[in-house]
């Protein structure tokens, strides 16, 4: 089969990528991580995987280089494209908190209240959409610092008040006496199309997702 026949789908790299690859063979699709290659191509199926970084998913759906993409729902919300959204996946499934020193909550209590509390709270995070979506919502005037790792750091330097993260099972949390000070929301395992190349190729997208979804 000619490259340009197969239905193109990106994956993360890493531990999704191994769940994703345990979980689908157990539906009949193959997917090797073969040395430093960047995508596998399963030929019996038809389809070819891509290898990615989690948070470029979205790009490479967006764009048309993948018809198909399987990702965390908070990497898909913080890429703010449009997609059609086919399915959920049975794992995966992850809290986002609002987490940092107890001593510090009283600044939430009474965020937005007269008062001395009337200020922007600081949250330092790598979801900044939807860390701003939520508190807006809220009407809680923050300020958001952006950080890609070791953001558990941010309230113990004193870079921010709280911080907005994924949160498992809190035991780094825990280590560095943060605490969970409010669950806000959960991810889940998300496949998505992009729409044009949905219309074009329908069928086999929907085969695909049927093997998946089909208990």
């Known amino acids: 089969m000619d490259n340009n026949n197969y239905i193109n789908i990106a994956i993360p790299k890493g531990r999704l990528q191994n769940q994703i690859s345990e979980f689908v063979a157990n539906k009949g699709v193959v997917i090797k991580e073969e040395s430093r290659k960047l995508d596998y ?68 209590d009474n965020a937005g209240k007269d008062g001395n509390f009337i200020k922007d709270i600081r949250i330092a995070t790598k979801f900044i959409k939807f860390t701003k979506d939520f508190f807006v919502n ?29 949160v498992e099972t809190g035991t780094t949390l825990k280590e560095n006496n943060l605490s969970v000070i409010e669950e806000i929301g959960k991810t889940q ?12 190729n329908y069928k086999r997208i929907d085969e695909f997702v049927k093997k998946l979804t089909t208990q």
């Open 138 to 166: 809220k009407g809680i005037p923050i300020e958001i610092i952006k950080l890609t790792g070791s953001v558990e750091l941010a309230p113990i330097l004193q870079l921010s008040d709280f911080i907005v993260d994924l």
């Open 41 to 108: 191509i399963d030929p019996p199926n038809g389809y070819r995987f891509l290898f990615v970084k989690n948070s470029d998913v979205p790009v490479y759906v967006n764009y048309g280089v993948a018809h198909m993409g399987i990702s965390g729902s908070d990497v898909i919300y913080e890429g703010d494209f449009e997609f059609m959204r086919l399915g959920t996946l049975p794992f995966g499934s992850t809290r986002i908190c609002i987490a940092g020193y107890d001593s510090k909550r009283f600044l939430l």
């Open 189 to 200: 395992v998300e496949i998505i199309a992009n729409p044009s190349l949905y219309k074009l």
